[in-house]
């Protein structure tokens, strides 16, 4: 059968080579910009560069020249902390009469640019280093298509807003566009100084040097939808936007390494973990991932709670608030939504807004549930905040409603999903490329799905739910809750496991057949615990084997197979997210050794990947000595839960849990680190009102866990 159009919805249309394969990115709150290494937005290549804001690109062109010529590279960065992003750039060769007049090299243009509060700001820092004075002829050029996200992916649309006037006055222009949905999306660049010439699609200024001196330009590009704009000066809002980068890095734990590299990837990490945050008007909800998923995920924000909630339980607080507040309470096919159900994505462009896509605020997900229920129970224990706890237990009471009532659909004891919209996805668990759930023969599996490992997240939501009503006082719910769980694990087993594949198959169809494909699916199951421990170790083996570990990671689906394409989104590809939760699973079930094999490979490929940033997926060709991961090529990087991966993966290794509440302690069971990482420091571990400062040095058979410094009232204990 070809099934390939029905495997294209909500694809990202890929046509052409990317307009650079290292393209750089900025993102704060409900903005995000993507630009080439010169800060420049190109309409070449894939066509995903631009300045957006929710949902919509404002600018799809802001090209700089010099002498109307494109100025020389010399270098460019975007700093540690995500920051800023700054370029050192030169003229080339500038001629008049086959005789060049002034020397490439002569000009120095020091190019700044950093995002706060729905503008983007922008430095040009010149100095002449040559011996006679320079006019530099400066020129901006730039445009804006106004174009959904969706749009920008590859989706075409029957109609369009309609551009409204341009205005220009004297250092201002205001580029304007009134969508379908009525609502006037504007752009609104600002300049100073004055420049000399402005039009609609341009800005020319001429820049008088002496020899020696120094002279800078400076622009704010902001961005509204039916609002004021927001912009102060480059100064200002570069002091206020320091002091608030520094305020949150506070708030997470140091981790440093005798490994450099390892230091480089983790840094880098949590600053992309921070910056998916800062800014977003939902508390200390992390962005899925830039540029595609610049926005509030379920799935994706509950998970990067999980990684970071050892760190940071603050966190899981924001991502538990927001998804509470926004749990379905009515059942509406168009979006999938039934009562109790825990939020997919929410979109704000203008193609969300008429209903053209579905995800204005979507719920088709079958797995965001129950794993909201997990972050709950998780968040307790490492707090002990039962203020929240209460709060949120009518919110899980319904999640819990929503798994055997809707999530059942057809009583068999296990959940599932079909699609209900025309327009929504097909696939609704984390693998959710149309194509992605099959039987060995290739053959796409027919509705209603049951996956293994939602089924393993139900079994640890009834477990979280049973501790939570205990804390509660519920004791009899709690003994029902854990009697459902142990139910489960005993249909679990019989349903899915494939004694000749060493693992449990990918899922069930809607005849119960069940897929007996071997993917990192059953990883999952390992870090939900419903895993029959004599079974585990074949999991274990199957994961870390050849077919499936690619020597940079596992897998999603195991060479081999069917449908095994390692250049695919999600059948035989790479993600550092799946890795860590199945390097999480192993380390439960005291494979703590393969969890670090994981970690060295994820490791060794940040080695490659541009700012040590580990991508949302990359492909999983096999290892070859001397060379990279080979890259995804429409990957989102920075991706929230690819940067998280390394702390659930660091968690693993170390046995680290925090129990917080009235007894505050902090547990290292058996701690382990892999060879690659022999020495390790924790600055700032906190509990509570307390905190900790820690050293961890690997010995040949175990690790040593040294109390370098302690602040309040903590047990430390670690066991060998």
């Known amino acids: 059968m070809d099934d390939t159009r029905n495997t294209q919805q909500y694809y990202i249309a890929t046509k052409s080579s990317p307009a650079d394969d290292r393209a750089k990115v900025l993102k704060y709150g409900r903005m995000f910009s993507v630009f080439d290494h010169l800060g420049d937005i190109q309409s070449s290549g894939l066509g995903e560069q631009g300045l957006f804001f929710q949902g919509t690109r404002h600018l799809s062109e802001l090209i700089l020249c010099l002498w109307n010529a494109r100025p020389l590279l010399l270098s460019s960065a975007i700093k540690a902390n995500n920051f800023l992003f700054t370029a050192d750039l030169t003229n080339l060769d500038v001629s008049h009469l086959d005789r060049v007049v002034i020397p490439r090299g002569t000009l120095h243009l020091q190019r700044s640019k950093f995002l706060w509060q729905d503008a983007c700001y922008e430095e040009f820092a010149f100095i002449n280093y040559g011996l006679l004075s320079l006019m530099v002829p400066f020129g901006m050029r730039f445009g804006a298509d106004f174009a959904d996200i969706f749009e920008v992916r590859g989706m075409h649309r029957e109609k369009r807003g309609r551009r409204l006037q341009d205005r220009v006055v004297?250092?201002?222009?205001l580029l304007s566009y009134e969508g379908l949905d009525?609502?006037?999306?504007?752009?609104?660049?600002?300049?100073?100084?004055?420049?000399?010439?402005?039009?609609?699609?341009?800005?020319?200024?001429e820049v008088h040097l002496k020899p020696g001196e120094k002279t800078a330009v400076r622009l704010a590009i902001s961005c509204s939808s039916?609002?004021?704009?927001?912009?102060?000066?480059?100064?200002?809002?570069?002091?206020?936007?320091?002091?608030?980068?520094?305020?949150?890095?506070?708030?997470?734990?140091?981790?440093?390494?005798?490994?450099?590299?390892?230091?480089?990837?983790?840094?880098?990490?949590?600053?992309?973990?921070?910056?998916?945050?800062?800014?977003?008007?939902?508390?200390?909800?992390?962005?899925?991932?830039?540029?595609?998923?610049?926005?509030?995920?379920?799935?994706?924000?509950?998970?990067?709670?999980?990684?970071?909630?050892?760190?940071?339980?603050a966190i899981a607080k924001g991502v538990l608030q927001y998804l509470a507040s926004t749990q379905a309470t009515d059942s509406?096919?168009?979006?999938?939504?039934?009562?109790?159900?825990?939020?997919?994505?929410?979109?704000?462009?203008?193609?969300?807004?008429?209903?053209?896509?579905?995800?204005?605020?979507?719920?088709?997900?079958?797995d965001a549930t129950p794993l909201f229920i997990i972050l709950a129970g998780a968040y307790y224990d490492r707090t002990g905040d039962r203020e929240l706890v209460q709060r949120l237990w009518p919110h899980i009471g319904l999640a819990l409603q929503w798994i055997d009532k809707f999530g059942d659909m057809d009583g068999d004891g296990f959940v599932e999903y079909a699609q209900r919209s025309p327009k929504g996805l097909v696939q609704q668990g984390w693998?959710?490329?149309?194509?992605?759930?099959?039987?060995?023969?290739?053959?796409?599996?027919?509705?209603?799905?049951?996956?293994?490992?939602?089924?393993?997240?139900?079994?640890?939501?009834?477990?979280?739910?049973?501790?939570?009503?205990?804390?509660?006082?519920?004791?009899?719910?709690?003994?029902?809750?854990?009697?459902?769980?142990?139910?489960?694990?005993?249909?679990?087993?019989?349903?899915?496991?494939?004694?000749?594949?060493?693992?449990?198959?990918?899922?069930?169809?809607?005849?119960?057949?069940?897929?007996?494909?071997?993917?990192?699916?059953?990883?999952?199951?390992?870090?939900?615990?419903?895993?029959?421990?004599?079974?585990a170790y074949l999991v274990a083996e199957t994961l870390l084997s050849p077919d499936s570990f690619s020597g940079w990671g596992i897998r999603t689906v195991a060479a081999g197979e069917a449908r095994y394409n390692p250049l695919s989104y999600h059948n035989g590809s790479i993600w550092p997210h799946d890795n860590a939760l199945i390097g999480s699973g192993l380390a439960k079930y005291e494979r703590k050794e393969m969890a670090g094999r994981i970690l060295l490979g994820l490791?060794?490929?940040?080695?490659?990947?541009?700012?040590?940033?580990?991508?949302?997926?990359?492909?999983?060709?096999?290892?070859?000595?001397?060379?990279?991961?080979?890259?995804?090529?429409?990957?989102?990087?920075?991706?929230?839960?690819?940067?998280?991966?390394?702390?659930?993966?660091?968690?693993a290794c170390l046995g680290a849990s925090i129990q917080g509440g009235a007894e505050s302690r902090i547990l290292f069971d058996r701690p382990c680190l892999p060879m690659g990482i022999p020495q390790l420091t924790i600055k700032g571990l906190r509990s509570g009102n307390a905190s900790v400062s820690l050293f961890f040095e690997r010995s040949e058979d175990d690790v040593r866990v040294e109390v370098t410094d302690q602040q309040g009232d903590v047990e430390v204990v670690a066991t060998s």
């Not at 660049?189 to 010439?197: L, N, R």
Request: a negative charge.
């Open 170 to 173: 004297k250092d201002l222009i």
């Open 182 to 205: 009525k609502t006037v999306r504007e752009t609104r660049i600002q300049c100073e100084p004055t420049p000399q010439t402005v039009s609609l699609s341009e800005l020319q200024f």
């Open 226 to 313: 039916g609002g004021e704009h927001n912009s102060v000066s480059y100064s200002s809002a570069m002091s206020s936007a320091r002091d608030e980068q520094r305020e949150v890095s506070s708030a997470l734990p140091q981790i440093d390494s005798s490994n450099s590299r390892f230091t480089d990837w983790i840094r880098r990490s949590a600053a992309d973990v921070q910056m998916m945050m800062i800014g977003n008007p939902e508390t200390s909800y992390p962005y899925a991932g830039v540029p595609w998923f610049s926005t509030v995920f379920g799935r994706d924000g509950i998970i990067v709670a999980l990684q970071m909630l050892w760190l940071c339980p």
């Open 332 to 366: 509406d096919p168009a979006i999938e939504a039934e009562p109790g159900k825990i939020l997919h994505e929410t979109r704000s462009g203008e193609m969300a807004a008429l209903g053209e896509i579905p995800f204005g605020r979507y719920y088709g997900s079958v």
């Open 431 to 535: 693998k959710d490329s149309n194509d992605s759930v099959f039987h060995s023969d290739g053959r796409l599996a027919e509705a209603p799905i049951a996956l293994c490992e939602v089924q393993g997240y139900v079994y640890a939501a009834k477990l979280a739910a049973a501790r939570l009503s205990c804390a509660l006082g519920d004791q009899e719910m709690c003994t029902a809750l854990e009697a459902q769980a142990e139910a489960l694990t005993a249909r679990f087993e019989e349903a899915f496991w494939c004694e000749d594949l060493s693992t449990y198959a990918l899922a069930l169809d809607g005849k119960k057949k069940p897929c007996r494909v071997r993917t990192s699916n059953a990883g999952h199951c390992l870090y939900t615990g419903i895993v029959r421990p004599d079974r």
């Open 603 to 651: 490791l060794d490929a940040s080695r490659w990947a541009d700012l040590r940033r580990l991508p949302e997926l990359f492909c999983g060709l096999e290892r070859r000595r001397g060379e990279g991961p080979t890259l995804y090529p429409v990957a989102c990087s920075p991706q929230a839960w690819a940067a998280g991966a390394v702390f659930l993966l660091v968690q």
